[in-house]
């Protein structure tokens, strides 16, 4: 059982260039999020999805472009990258808090840390 | 709106003391409380949750937290400090009764020291 696959786990941009991050998630979840995590920060919710077809903007969407094509996908795309973008992105799934919240939690997957020069 | 204040951003203990990550939390409704952990270079890992049941909560690798309404805290202890605790900590919030996102603090990163 996978859980939750982020690719790539390392990229270097040039300022300018873009690029997708893949999230995977194998649990049947129906919400799926985006962060990205900067020292003294925590983490920031960019974009998030609360089933297939749907997105929303979370806290710091500006720079950033998502889609939820498949249920079990979540891609997270950045059209021109900035040196402000350098992060480490986490994607996270969950179930509806709904189907029992004492089941709910986020599974996250490993991050991406992403440069941009 | 949730937020959580995590007092501290970083800690450091010797081995085999008290742990205590401090934990306050602002919310308008009830709240759903949560503790992640991070190792280096990994993703965030569940520590334990309140949800409304017991105040006081056990969660993995001998931590509990307690939940206490009149200080709005969610205060993280465990009370020996092992070498392998030596990581950083976020508390998180969420709107009780059922909300799609969670508001994390700012992280404690806590030292170990032999």
């Known amino acids: 059982n996978a859980g939750v696959t982020q690719t790539p786990k390392f990229r270097v941009l040039k300022t300018g260039q873009s690029m997708t991050l893949l999230c995977a998630q194998d649990m049947n979840h129906e919400y799926m999020y985006w962060y990205r995590q900067d020292p003294g920060m925590g983490l920031r919710l960019i974009h998030y999805?609360?089933?297939?077809?749907?997105?929303a903007k979370g806290e710091v969407p500006d720079g950033y472009n998502v889609s939820r094509l498949k249920k079990q996908n979540f891609l997270l795309g950045l059209e021109s990258a900035a040196p402000s973008q350098t992060s480490v992105y986490f994607c996270a799934s969950s179930l509806r808090p709904g189907q029992g919240f004492s089941n709910w939690g986020y599974t996250f997957g490993s991050g991406t840390r992403l440069t941009v020069v | 709106a949730q937020s959580v204040t995590q007092l501290g951003s970083h800690v450091s203990v010797s081995e085999g003391a008290l742990v205590l990550l401090r934990c306050n939390y602002s919310?308008?409704?009830?709240?759903?409380l949560f503790w992640y952990v991070q190792y280096p270079n990994q993703g965030l890992q569940l520590l334990l949750k309140y949800t409304s049941a017991a105040t006081l909560v056990k969660g993995i690798n001998g931590f509990e937290a307690e939940f206490k309404k009149s200080e709005t805290s969610f205060h993280l202890t465990k009370p020996s400090a092992h070498m392998s605790d030596a990581a950083e900590y976020f508390c998180a919030v969420t709107r009780g009764g059922g909300s799609e996102k969670l508001v994390f603090g700012k992280g404690t990163k806590l030292t170990v020291n032999p």
């Open positions: 919310s308008s409704v009830p709240p759903y």
């Open positions: 999805s609360v089933g297939e077809g749907t997105t």
